[in-house]
Every structure is written in C-alpha cells, then in structure tokens.
C-alpha cells in the first residue's frame, strides 16, 4: 500500500456535505479507530481506491458480490437494459421472470413482492405477519439485525427476556413495546415467551444463520423448535435471509436445516449487487398484502429493470452447484490458514464459518450469541485490521460483521491473505 493522502481529502469533503462523511454509518471505520479509504473501481476479487492501492476485498459490498465485481455478464445484461430506460413505474415481463427463479428455488415461496432494499423486505413481511394474524407483538433475536425499521430498532433491558425500547433517537417507544428481545441459540427462553404472550405473537423473526454480530450458526435443533412453537401459536415464522439467500447455496438455507419458513425476507445477492429486496411466502399470506388484499405495501422503484436484470444474470450464473462447492472448499482453506497463523503468534481468537461467510473473533470462544460474542477484543480486531489493510486485504470495518468470498478469489488470493495475517504488524 502506498499512501492514502487522497482517500484522507476525500472524507474531509464528505464530512462538509454529508453527515459524518459517509452514507451508512458502518463505512466510517469508527469501529477499527480509522478514517474510511474511498473506492474508485472494482474488479473480480479485487478494490482498487483513490490513492491506487489495491485490496483483496472480503466485504464484497456486504455480501452480494458473490460473482465478484463487474461481472462482465452480469454487466452485459444491466446495458441492454439500460439502453431501454432505467425506471418505468409499471410492470415489466423481467420483474416476473426473476420472481419465478425465486419462486423455483425456494420451496417454501410461492409468491414473491419485490422491493428495493432489505429493510423494505423486513418491513413488509412484519405489516403482513401483522396483517394475518391480528396481532401486534413481534419476538426478535438480540444481535440479529433487520434492517433501520421502527419497530426493529431495539436494544435489551436488564432481564433475558425484555420488550424492547428504542436504540435510536427518533424511534418512538409506543414504536418498540411490541417487539420482545430474546437471546439467539436459546429455545427455552423463546417458549417461555410464547407462553407469557400467548395469542398475542404475530411472527418471530430470526436470521437463520446470524451475520450481524459476526457469523453465528444456529445450534442443532434451534430453528426447527422455532418453527414447532411458532405452528403451535399461529404465529409467522420469518426467516430475514437478506445475507443467506443465494449466499449458502443456490436459494434458501431453509433446505439445508429441514425448516420452512412463512416469509423469506431477502436482499443483496437477488440483485447482483444492485439495489433490491423481496419477501416470499406462499400465496395464501402473500394474498393479503395490496392490491389483493388490505395490507398495504407499496414502492414506487420496486422491480427497477437494471437491478432485476441484473439479479436473473447473476441467479443464472450461480445456478450449477459447483459454484458453490468451490465457495466452501476455498473458504475453509482460507479460515484454515488464518486459524494457523493467528495461533502461531499466540493470538486468542476463533473463527466461525459457514459456506462462503466467516467471522474471526479475537475471543477463545466459543461464539454462540450475542453475549459470548460482545466478549471479542475489539482493540485486537482493529489492530488486525489496520495490519491487514496495510498488506492489502479488506476487511469488514467492524468486529461483529461478516467476511465472505467470491467465484473470483483465487488460490493466490488466498495464500496472501494468510501470510497478511502471519506476518502483518499488530
């Protein structure tokens, strides 16, 4: 890495004309004590910023660059649309074709409304949970997060199991006494819940695989006891798979844990790194929602042609299972030799994966909730940060978020990243 003389110019301006310099608060860096580089172009596996350094990217844009950047067929398909016009406002026959590819690879969709980000797909799937089942209170997993919505905007009180209040100014609280925070991995606390509120559980959202306070699998048994307890309330099970979706494997993890799920929120990768969301259920809740039925949804970007087109080029393209395969076995081997070089040089630490996702924690471990995983070093993890963006590797500017991989990483990518983490200066 040379300099960032350009990149530190760059976030001055921005802090003039944009609140605290960025347009997403995780993108300040103020997590890993460091100002934010600026990119100027992408390619394959790769970040290239202002300054002209070159990074080996593990955020891919928070996920959905699982092709890698500017995939030159999923870039053809975005042009030839774009030459047709990039907003309609009415329907078009694309919106309907990336629906039904979702439809045919999740089989507990059968109906899908697209939006434009996941938050919207977390939104409408909670005013449609609410819709059906007449009732207001929603059960959420702390550490799991589900886009800036109102009533999702909330933090734990004192005891283990709390409504929530507002972790946001700005949030009402009448917005969040609704929503009932419980510990990830923990069915005890969540039949408990439904016990205490019986008949007045509209849905239990939860991320399947946790990626919001760093990669957290689900214990063996815990998704399949929430869908037993959400059938036995009539209460919406909703899987928020804005990360997961088409990240594990081509479609739903709902496949690979035996559970169905009422609603699928999902974002990010459906797009091709363009934004968009969905939520999909089957045709009997999906119904309800406007023009069909009385929940109202609407958006007036929903469906935009360039991010749907954009979305069919890459579901195609991930479509053959070796994609995958691949994804995992270089993910493994990556994880593997990062473990290796961390326990070499006597760091505390470990590492949570699954499929393409990971997180390392500087914590013994193991990580299995929010709890446990509020015990990282986040000092180390800045420290580990700075070295390995020195060395050119880049990592999410957070200890509690997820690194991925794409197609595009290749072996050599992979060998500098674990001599980065041997050798770099912490």
């Known amino acids: 890495m040379t300099t960032l003389r350009k990149c530190r110019k760059l976030f ?34 790769y970040l290239y910023d ?52 979702i439809v045919q690879a999740i089989g507990s969709v059968e109906k899908v409304r697209l ?32 886009g800036h919505v109102d009533h999702m905007l909330v933090q734990a009180g004192s005891g283990a199991m709390t409504l929530g209040s507002p972790s946001s100014p700005g949030v009402p609280k009448d917005f969040t006494k609704h929503t009932i925070l419980l510990p990830y991995n923990n069915t005890e606390m969540l039949e408990k819940a439904l016990n205490k ?53 081509y479609g739903s993890v709902q496949d690979i844990f035996g559970v169905k799920a009422d609603l699928t929120c999902l974002g990010k990768i459906i797009g091709g790194g363009f934004p968009i969301g969905a939520c ?26 360039v991010c749907v087109a954009a979305g069919i080029a890459t579901l195609k393209l991930l479509k053959p299972k070796t994609i995958y395969s691949g994804l995992e076995r270089a993910t493994e081997k990556l994880c593997i030799g990062i473990q290796e070089a961390l326990a070499g040089r006597g760091i505390e630490h470990t590492i949570n994966r699954i499929g393409s996702m990971f ?47 794409s197609a595009e990483h290749k072996q050599k990518d992979i060998d500098r990243t674990i001599v980065a983490a041997r050798k770099g200066k912490l």
Not at 21 to 30: D, E, L, Q, T, Y
Not at 52 to 63: A, F, R
Not at 115 to 143: N, P
């Open 12 to 45: 001055e301006d921005a802090t003039k004309v944009i609140p605290g310099g960025v347009n997403s608060p995780v993108r300040a860096f103020k997590a890993v004590g460091s100002n934010p580089i600026f990119i100027d172009k992408a390619k394959g596996a």
């Open 50 to 101: 202002a300054d002209g350094n070159k990074y080996i990217d593990y955020c891919l844009s928070w996920g959905p660059m699982i092709l890698g950047h500017a995939r030159s067929e999923v870039l053809a398909q975005v042009k030839k649309v774009m030459a047709k016009g990039t907003s309609f406002g009415v329907p078009t026959e694309l919106e309907t074709h990336l629906a039904r590819m």
């Open 115 to 146: 939006v434009s980000s996941g938050t919207e797909a977390v939104m409408t799937a909670i005013r449609l949970a609410r819709g059906c089942t007449g009732r207001d209170k929603i059960i959420k997993f702390i550490g799991c997060y589900h």
């Open 197 to 249: 509120y019986r008949g007045q559980i509209a849905a239990v959202i939860v991320e399947p695989i946790a990626g919001n306070m760093g990669v957290v699998p689900p214990r063996k048994g815990f998704l399949k006891t929430i869908r037993k307890l959400c059938t036995k309330n009539s209460s919406i099970l909703i899987f928020d798979e804005v990360i997961t979706g088409f990240r594990i494997k």
């Open 280 to 305: 999909g259920g089957k045709a009997k809740l999906m119904d309800k929602l406007a023009p069909t039925g009385q929940v109202y949804q609407a958006g007036t970007l929903s469906g935009n042609p």
């Open 359 to 405: 997180t390392v924690f500087f914590n013994p471990g193991p990580v299995t909730d929010y709890v446990s995983a509020v015990k990282s070093d986040t000092k180390m993890y800045a420290k580990f940060h700075a070295a390995m963006l020195r060395d050119g590797v880049y990592l999410p500017p957070s200890q509690f978020e997820a690194c991925f991989v």
